[in-house]
T-cell receptor
Framework: DTGVSQNPRHKITKRGQNVTFRCDPI?????LYWYRQTLGQGPEFLTY????????KSRLLSDRFSAERPKGSFSTLEIQRTEQGDSAMYLC??????????????FGNGTRLTVT | GESVGLHLPTLSVQEGDNSIINCAYS??????FIWYKQESGKGPQFIID?????DKRQGQRVTVLLNKTVKHLSLQIAATQPGDSAVYFC??????????FGQGTELSVKP
């Protein structure tokens, strides 16, 4: 499977705990995006990387959230001191550089986080 | 601010009929749009895209129409099948390549 891979698929944690999610993008894609989706809503942009550089962060991304892409390949999203409001599906997507013409984002199947 | 919205939250069609899902966008400077299909428990799946220099683009059983005058986008699915049942999102590509999604339309196909 050469698509975007996310792990774990599901995570249940208690309020106040830290969690970390991993995303492996399509190998030739230099752009990587994180989105959050709650039930019945469209995905909301969180942040994105061009290679290893984090170029933009949404105001939705509080100080408790941090994302990294250390070698320009896989990425991790960490949430510290989780709150019940963090419960959502966290989606990762990758694409080629938009400067190369049509470059749709390709999504993984997400990590569903439940904070109890 | 920028926004993308859908006219109908739900759509129910008979198997074999054609489906039309509509979408409005607000940023007249947007030049790239994408339709995604999302099945339960899965991430959005790319269906078709269109650049603003086109007004129509066809894929396999799907057609996207873009009307820049009224800032309207539609997705047409021919001969709708039960496997087409899902939530459909249009997305506007903003500067930097990030997507702005609307709320989505749930398509239900009755056999």
């Amino acid at each position: 499977d050469t698509g975007v891979s996310q792990n774990p698929r599901h995570k249940i944690t208690k309020r106040g705990q830290n969690v970390t999610f991993r995303c492996d993008p399509i190998s030739e894609h230099n752009r990587l995006y994180w989105y959050r989706q709650t039930l019945g809503q469209g995905p909301e942009f969180l942040t994105y990387f061009q290679n290893e550089a984090q170029l933009e962060k949404s105001r939705l991304l509080s100080d408790r959230f941090s994302a990294e892409r250390p070698k320009g390949s896989f990425s991790t999203l960490e949430i510290q001191r989780t709150e019940q409001g963090d419960s959502a599906m966290y989606l990762c997507a990758s694409s080629l550089d938009p400067g190369q013409g049509r470059s749709p984002l390709h999504f993984g199947n997400g990590t569903r986080l439940t904070v109890t | 601010g920028e926004s993308v919205g859908l006219h109908l939250p739900t759509l129910s069609v008979q198997e074999g009929d054609n489906s039309i899902i509509n979408c409005a966008y607000s940023n007249s400077a947007s030049d790239y749009f994408i339709w995604y299909k999302q099945e339960s428990g899965k991430g959005p799946q790319f269906i078709i895209d269109i650049r603003s220099n086109m007004d129509k683009r066809q894929g396999q059983r799907v057609t996207v129409l873009l009307n820049k005058t009224v800032k309207h986008l539609s997705l047409q699915i021919a001969a709708t099948q039960p496997g087409d049942s899902a939530v459909y999102f249009c997305a506007e590509v903003s500067q930097g390549g990030k997507l702005i999604f609307g709320q989505g339309t749930e398509l239900s196909v009755k056999p």
